[in-house]
């Protein structure tokens, strides 16, 4: 397995293999909390880049769903959990609808005064610990949606962003949203040292759009203008990519 500075990358031949390894790797990571304590708290991500490994996770019925916490990592601000694009419909639809896990906490990016949703979610991620996350990286190299120039010392946990053009743009390609005006201008997201805190970190990135990403985040410099790179100082970290996203390497 090659590293990059801290972090293992995996290649796989094809978008669905990808899925079945990030899927196998997420599994032991859940077994061997689970042998330790009663339940897991993990993170997950949404978006079409997860598909494969959402998809893999069926044919996986050894995961006990009923021990694991899910937590999700970002919202658009100001949507409902019922709007088509919402992230909290997602996890609902593709998670807890088909897994059922013990709890999942959605983010109230709706929730006014919006501080108060900040400090309620940042209480249940200081106390439920999550012990894993899984994740992908976006075309402008962002985690979840912490857009470049990105934070990567701030001591918060989830916080309200802007969205860059770009990130906007990669929701109306991937259906979302019929254009780039009907995206909303912010966002509630996990901060990249909360992305990055648990003990195992799996970023499932297949696709070809995002091949010139993952060149920046893993031959380029380490920097906020490509948020992804910070996986390269994050040794409980492991990068997934197919064929088409590795081209560039």
Same mark, same amino acid.
């Given at each position: 397995?090659?590293?990059?500075?801290?972090?293992?990358?995996?290649?796989?031949?094809?978008?669905?293999?990808?899925?079945?390894?990030?899927?196998?790797?997420?599994?032991?990571?859940?077994?061997?909390?689970?042998?330790?304590?009663?339940?897991?708290?993990?993170?997950?991500?949404?978006?079409?880049?997860?598909?494969?490994?959402?998809?893999?996770?069926?044919?996986?019925?050894?995961?006990?769903?009923?021990?694991?916490?899910?937590?999700?990592?970002?919202?658009?601000?100001?949507?409902?959990?019922?709007? &088509? /694009?919402? =992230?909290?419909?997602?996890?609902?639809?593709?998670? $807890? !609808?088909?897994?059922?896990?013990? +709890?999942?906490?959605?983010?109230?990016?709706?929730?006014?005064?919006?501080?108060?949703?900040?400090?309620?979610?940042?209480?249940?991620?200081?106390?439920?610990?999550?012990?894993?996350?899984?994740?992908?990286?976006?075309?402008?190299?962002?985690?979840?949606?912490?857009?470049? &120039? /990105?934070? =990567?010392?701030?001591?918060?946990?989830?916080?309200? $962003? !802007?969205?860059?053009?770009?990130? +906007?743009?990669?929701?109306?390609?991937?259906?979302?949203?019929?254009?780039?005006?009907?995206?909303?201008?912010?966002?509630?997201?996990?901060?990249?040292?909360?992305?990055?805190?648990?003990?195992?970190?799996?970023?499932?990135?297949?696709?070809?759009?995002?091949?010139?990403?993952?060149?920046?985040?893993?031959?380029?410099?380490?920097?906020?203008?490509?948020?992804?790179?910070?996986?390269? +100082?994050?040794?409980?970290?492991?990068?997934?990519?197919?064929?088409?996203?590795?081209?560039?390497?």
């Amino acid at each position: 397995m090659p590293k990059y500075d801290d972090v293992s990358v995996k290649i796989a031949d094809s978008k669905e293999l990808l899925g079945e390894a990030v899927a196998q790797d997420f599994a032991d990571a859940v077994k061997k909390v689970l042998a330790e304590q009663d339940e897991v708290s993990v993170i997950l991500a949404t978006g079409n880049s997860q598909l494969p490994f959402v998809t893999a996770l069926h044919s996986l019925g050894d995961i006990e769903w009923s021990r694991i916490n899910v937590f999700h990592m970002d919202e658009y601000r100001g949507m409902s959990d019922t709007h &088509p /694009a919402s =992230f909290r419909l997602w996890m609902q639809q593709k998670i $807890v !609808d088909a897994f059922h896990p013990k +709890r999942f906490f959605g983010i109230r990016g709706d929730f006014d005064p919006i501080g108060d949703e900040l400090a309620r979610y940042s209480q249940l991620l200081e106390s439920m610990d999550p012990a894993i996350c899984v994740m992908g990286i976006g075309e402008n190299g962002h985690l979840a949606f912490n857009d470049p &120039p /990105a934070d =990567f010392e701030t001591t918060e946990l989830i916080h309200v $962003v !802007d969205l860059d053009e770009v990130c +906007r743009r990669q929701q109306v390609g991937e259906g979302h949203f019929a254009t780039i005006a009907d995206v909303p201008p912010q966002a509630v997201s996990l901060t990249i040292p909360a992305l990055l805190r648990p003990r195992t970190v799996l970023v499932a990135t297949p696709e070809s759009r995002k091949a010139a990403a993952v060149k920046a985040a893993l031959e380029g410099p380490i920097s906020p203008s490509c948020p992804a790179s910070i996986l390269r +100082r994050s040794p409980n970290a492991t990068l997934y990519l197919d064929r088409d996203s590795a081209a560039l390497l």
